[in-house]
């Protein structure tokens, strides 16, 4: 099984409203990834967990707080977005994040974000 | 070819023809991959090549990596409807990915 899932496909929420992203793999693997795409852009990376601890955070605004219940899934959870927030929202898995071939990546469909 | 901020790339080709794509990198690598996303989903691996290799080759795909020039090719061979996506090269190391502009493929049937 070499799948990422994730739910919901697609999300519609207000500034005020709360919500979570939630993304699911059984590989094994033993780190998670999420990333922030926008239309014809490069996937930008937001937070890194290793070893279900968050190694990486890319400046990301505390309006995205993630989390990391086990080593198989991992939350995005939102709050008080704005307008411009609305992507394309990636979440993968890998080994691990060594330097070493073993951070091949493995990535979910996505939930396409919109917030009004 | 990616890098920088200009727009991604686009090329449109007839299906059957070859479609070669260039990856312009910044860093020291550990590693380069490339990624196929097909509209709207998830980027799917194709293959990874290390710093000191120079070509590699899977199925319809050749990559080659020029490290002195830090730039790396993807050539599809016999492309096919189905190869309509966008193409990604990543640069690997760090615990990280860091992904180029991307390139936008079309093959017309």
């Known amino acids: 099984d070499t799948e990422v899932t994730q739910t919901p496909k697609h999300l519609v929420m207000g500034m005020t409203n709360k919500k979570s992203l939630k993304c699911e793999q059984h590989?094994?693997?033993?780190?998670m990834y999420w990333y922030k795409q926008k239309a014809k852009k490069p996937p930008e990376l937001m937070f890194v967990?290793?070893?279900?601890?968050?190694?990486i955070n890319e400046s990301v605004p505390s309006r995205f707080s993630p989390e990391c219940p086990n080593s198989s899934l991992l939350n995005l959870h939102l709050h008080a977005l704005q307008p411009e927030d609305s992507a394309l929202y990636l979440c993968?898995?890998?080994?691990?994040?060594?330097?070493?071939?073993?951070?091949?990546?493995?990535f979910g469909a996505g939930t396409r974000l919109s917030v009004l | 070819s990616q890098q920088g901020e200009e727009d991604p790339q686009a090329l449109s080709i007839q299906e059957g023809e070859n479609a070669t794509m260039n990856c312009s990198y910044k860093?020291?690598?550990?590693?380069l991959q490339w990624y196929r996303q097909n509209s709207g989903r998830g980027l799917v691996h194709l293959i990874l090549?290390?710093?000191?290799?120079r070509e590699k080759h899977s199925g319809r795909l050749r990559v080659t990596l020029d490290t002195s020039k830090k730039s790396s090719s993807l050539l599809i061979t016999a492309s096919r409807a189905a190869d309509t996506a966008s193409y990604f090269c990543?640069?690997?190391?760090?615990?990280?990915?860091?992904f180029g502009k991307g390139n936008q493929v079309v093959v017309i049937p």
């Open positions: 860093t020291s690598i550990n590693n």
């Open positions: 993968a898995s890998s080994q691990e994040t060594s330097q070493l071939a073993k951070n091949i990546q493995y």
């Open positions: 967990y290793s070893y279900e601890k968050l190694s």
């Open positions: 590989m094994g693997h033993r780190a």
């Open positions: 090549i290390r710093s000191n290799e």
């Open positions: 990543a640069e690997g190391g760090n615990n990280r990915l860091a």
